[in-house]
């Protein structure tokens, strides 16, 4: 099997942990997820669907976090957009500001060449600014890649160094915007690097539900021949927060 078999294990094994974890009142569960839908029928026929869900659990200084998000488009009976990303997270905190993390992601996007994409990786934290309104994360870390192409390019496998930023300013208890910056490198071919950005603005419209905003960038320096560099996702929905 081409994809690494300890990798998906790690992500099925959250599942079962984060249920388990549920019943524990000692342990911090977060859920939060929204969703986005449009469908036309008649002169046009569109449907687009965004869903995204994350469940995190705390307990001490350990945190697990369990992630999937999907962006799925269709024009009459074609498929024109289908991205699809998951993985988990475990972040151990050593004080208040420091802490390292692991994690493991699978995500593939056939329209931008990418058949199947599994990174493993670790990493530091350093919460530079920790302040009731505004908060900014500061990672640095190594990941292992292994990548397939949709087209008979050869699968690469390589060493990625990344770097991300995340900063979140809170108007209110429960309105914030948010923006995330990643920066992922090939150290062993210079000029394969990827950025993925995402901007978003949530507020609150009953208890428990809100409207979220969110633009997405995602480019490629390096993408494969017949593709393009940049995938631009604007989406609006409904989000949930437990």
């Given amino acids: 099997m081409r994809a690494p078999i300890f990798a998906l294990a790690l992500t099925l ?10 019943a524990k009142p000692a342990k911090a ?3 939060t997820a929204d969703l986005g839908f ?6 046009t026929e569109v449907t687009t669907l965004t869903a995204n869900y994350k469940v995190g659990i705390t307990t001490g200084p350990w945190k697990l976090t369990h992630y ?7 024009l009459k009976d074609s498929v024109n957009t289908s991205i699809w990303r998951t993985g988990v997270r475990a972040d151990r905190l050593f004080t208040e500001r420091f802490g390292l993390f692991g994690l493991v992601n699978y995500d593939k996007n056939r329209f931008a060449g990418i058949a199947g994409r599994w990174e ?10 920790a302040e009731a309104e505004d908060k900014l994360d500061l990672e640095l870390g190594l990941s292992a890649i292994q990548q397939q192409a949709v087209t008979a390019v050869p699968d690469r496998n390589f060493a990625s160094g990344r770097t991300a930023l995340i900063y979140k300013h809170n108007f209110t208890d429960k309105t914030f915007a948010q923006q995330n910056i990643e920066y992922l490198t090939n150290l062993q071919n210079g000029p394969d ?3 993925n950005s995402e901007t978003s603005l949530v507020a609150p419209l009953s208890a428990g539900f809100a409207i979220k905003l969110s633009y997405v960038i995602r480019y490629q320096n390096l993408p494969d021949p017949g593709f393009r560099a940049t995938d631009r996702i604007f989406a609006t929905g409904i989000q ?3």
């Fill in 38 to 43: 449009v469908n036309t029928s008649g002169n």
């Fill in 13 to 22: 094994a959250t599942l079962p942990v984060a249920l388990h974890a549920q």
């Fill in 193 to 195: 690097w990827r950025i």
């Fill in 68 to 74: 999937f998000g999907a962006v799925y488009g269709r």
């Fill in 120 to 129: 493993q990786g670790v990493g530091a934290q350093w919460k530079a600014v």
């Fill in 29 to 31: 569960l977060e859920v």
């Fill in 240 to 242: 949930y927060t437990y």
